[in-house]
């Protein structure tokens, strides 16, 4: 049996100012497929409160509806796709309920599992986690020049704003990814850095886990909103550990512990400054996702 839960808290700054918690995070498991989402909506947006659920549910729905009804075999084209289907269901609610492009700048990143593949994908900014069996961990951290990211929302009418923000130049560097690993003891190693330019970071990052997958390495997924860099007086590496040191995985394992963080780490300081989201995904040792559905619409 394949386990996912999630968990999303407001930050000080926020509720220091009576505002509410611009994050969220879902998860969700069926017999093919497991998938753990969290979205930020940008602060200088308007309700992104709002679009932030509106982008996790879009996506979580994307992701049913794909796998429903394709064979997947190819990651990347599986992300477009999923993303395609998203924009689709963002543009009808926005019609609908009358929401203005201002509520709907929100990040995105996204864990999908299936029994033959299994990636990342990554729209935005934010920090992505994968532990294997032995308990090692590859770590990779996402972030922006000016700090202004991609929004999936602006795939419908501002991606020509965006790239002049950035300086229109599509292969410019402007999308940062920090690599690391941490070993089961504990020590921590940078591994690479790599500057992604803009049109790439725009398009989206898609980790490709598929190998690990199948060949049943990887014990935990999970993806961070940026709120896990902005803990008050904590290493964001750190912060990112303690958040995912489980002592059991069942039932809201996520709430649990990321509860049990937040309160220790506020006890001598402020906590989590920013709001701070997380989605995880645990595969117990030989356990898989099956090949098909019987139901087709869960």
Known sequence: MIYADEYYHIGSMHRGKGEPCQDHAISYVD???????????????????????????ATLQALKNYVSSNIQSDVIRVAE????????????????LGFDGMDLIATNLYICMLKEIAFIHVLGDGVAAVIDNEGNMDVRR???SKNAP??????????????EFHGNDLLAGCLT????????????????????SLISGMNGIVIDLSEQQKNKKI????????GIEQVDNMEWLDAMVKSLA?????GLFVKRRMMRFIKDASKFSKGPLDDISCATIYIPKNSEMEGESDDKNS
């Open 246 to 250: 489980y002592k059991n995985t069942t």
């Open 31 to 57: 017999r093919v497929m497991a998938v753990g989402s969290i979205s930020d909506g940008c602060s200088k947006g308007r309700n992104t409160d709002v679009g932030a659920r509106v982008i996790n549910y």
């Open 219 to 226: 014990s935990f997924a999970a993806v961070f909103s940026d």
């Open 150 to 163: 991609y929004y999936p929302f602006y795939d419908l009418n501002q991606r020509d704003q965006f790239v």
């Open 177 to 196: 990814e920090e690599r690391w690993h941490i070993d089961c003891e504990d020590t921590k190693t940078q591994v690479d850095t790599i500057v992604h």
């Open 81 to 96: 796709k999923v993303h395609l289907m998203r924009l689709e269901s963002v543009k009808k609610v926005q019609q609908e």
């Open 142 to 144: 996402f972030f922006w």
